[in-house]
């Protein structure tokens, strides 16, 4: 920062050149375009849909609209074009609104460069601090977003008709950044109104003072489909002023579901345990999610958010881990049997239509299993089971459960050479935790396909057996 320059005129003999911040954002992205860098980062399965899109947006200088359901990491979106500013931008010292030393806009930046010349101090702020963001609710005002008089400047003898006693709003505080609003459409109408020449004109105006703050301001706003019809919408003025509206979406296959919920979830440590989650666990939790997005039982109108893969595979390795440290188990790995810890967890994040009363857990447990059964069936082949559904004809039983220690499945394992096969050919380990996995995960198949029988308790505990007896 010392070798900066720390006056106007020493950035007047500098390279350093003022440039519009939609100029700064598209300079920034071709640099990144052109070295084959991704425009941001952190978002996936938007490379061949939503990318394209925001890089067109963004060489074209367009104020963009982010239109989609929730939990399609819209507000991700918005917080990362802040790399895409310089790292650090010289404004007049003092200033609210970032004047810019070669042309300020505010009475304390046009005086203090008319009263210090090439003397005149300057700061150097970082692009962080050039991002505002304001959620959008039904009780924002104008004086919020635009400015207000700020009474204490009046009393202290100022007249009312003087500039400075202007307290600047979100907007004018993002000069020369990015503005963010999340949920436009709950911002009441009237407000909305107040945006149209931030927009078009690139100014704010203050009640009834002859005050224009021509800003620089790039504005993105996000907003959920539905809010156009049943919270509020966006006036038809202010949507024609966006460039850009792009539409979001989730995730369009269960690999992509799963990679975010590795991104996103939580690491877990647990008392130096190591901890593990197998591969079709994570598959199960990713697919309940995709198949609550095409379920007619759940509401497809407010959307099945991405947070809820992440909040279930949370909670799935968290039951795991409370398993783990009551038994005295040196692993944690997640089983079938966890799966019901789930419905703390889904039941939240889901809006279950349904007439009958009690059907919501009917409608989450049918969610599970037909997960566990699609991610069975594509993961294990009918001729890999077919011995040890044979060894069940024997009246063999087998219980499992959340209380069952992991050196239970290790002992019947050893019992029936078929079930080691199976779980072989699982290729999760030979720990017992993920044996245990392993087979609670090949046992509940086989009972979803009806193959085996299955008795359950409310307590989550499960005994199997041959469909023969």
Do not use: C
Request: proline fraction near 5%; charge should be negative; glycine fraction near 8%.
């Amino acid at each position: 920062m010392s070798s900066r320059p720390a006056t106007l005129g020493q950035l007047r003999a500098s390279p350093w050149r003022s440039t519009p911040v939609k100029e700064e954002i598209r300079r920034n992205a071709v640099a990144r375009i052109t070295a084959g860098q991704p425009l941001v980062s952190g978002l996936l399965g938007y490379d061949d849909t939503v990318l394209p899109q925001l890089e067109n947006a963004l060489l074209a200088g367009h104020d963009i609209i982010l239109l989609g359901e929730r939990g399609q990491a819209k507000t991700r979106l918005i917080r990362s074009l802040v790399g895409l500013l310089d790292e650090w931008l010289p404004i007049v010292a003092g200033s609210e609104i970032n004047d810019d030393p070669f042309a300020p806009v505010s009475r304390h930046g046009r005086d203090l460069v008319a009263d210090k010349g090439d003397d005149t101090p300057l700061e150097w702020v970082h692009r962080d601090t050039r991002f505002g963001e304001k959620l959008a609710t039904p009780d924002t005002a104008i004086a919020d977003l635009i400015g207000e008089v700020d009474p204490i400047k009046v009393a202290e003898g100022r007249y009312l008709a003087d500039e400075s006693t202007l307290h600047y709003g979100l907007v004018p505080r993002t000069n020369r950044g990015i503005f963010a609003i999340n949920e436009l459409p709950d911002l009441a109408e009237r407000i909305q109104v107040g945006l149209l020449n931030v927009l078009e004109e690139r100014d704010v105006q203050v009640r009834g003072y002859k005050v224009r703050l021509p800003l620089d301001v790039m504005l993105v706003a996000s907003a959920n489909p539905e809010d156009y019809t049943n919270r509020g919408r966006i006036i038809t003025p202010l949507k024609d002023r966006f460039g850009a509206q792009i539409r979001t979406h989730y995730p369009a296959d269960v690999e992509t579901e799963m990679a975010i919920a590795d991104q996103e979830a939580l690491p877990f440590a647990v008392d130096g345990r190591q901890v593990s989650v197998p591969d079709e666990m994570a598959e199960v939790v990713a697919t309940v999610s995709h198949l609550a997005r095409s379920s007619p039982h759940v509401n497809q109108r407010s959307g099945v958010s991405v947070r809820l893969t992440v909040a279930n595979r949370e909670t799935l390795v968290a039951n795991a881990a409370r398993r783990a440290l009551r038994l005295g188990e040196p692993e944690v790995v997640p089983r079938v049997s966890d799966l019901g810890a789930l419905a703390a967890s889904t039941t939240g994040k889901i809006e279950i239509e349904t007439l009958e009363e009690g059907r919501d857990q009917v409608v989450v447990d049918n969610l599970f299993s037909t997960a566990v059964l699609r991610v069975f069936r594509a993961r294990v082949e009918s001729g890999t089971v077919r011995d040890l559904v044979a060894a069940f004809d024997d009246g063999r039983v087998v219980h499992t459960g959340d209380d069952v220690a992991s050196s239970a499945y290790v002992e019947l394992m050893a019992e029936l050479p078929a079930l080691r096969a199976a779980v072989s050919a699982m290729g999760d380990g030979e720990s017992p935790a993920k044996v245990a996995s392993s087979v609670e995960f090949l046992l509940e198949g086989l009972h979803l396909s009806k193959r085996l029988n299955k008795e359950s308790a409310a307590d989550g505990r499960a005994v199997y057996r041959s469909r023969g007896r």
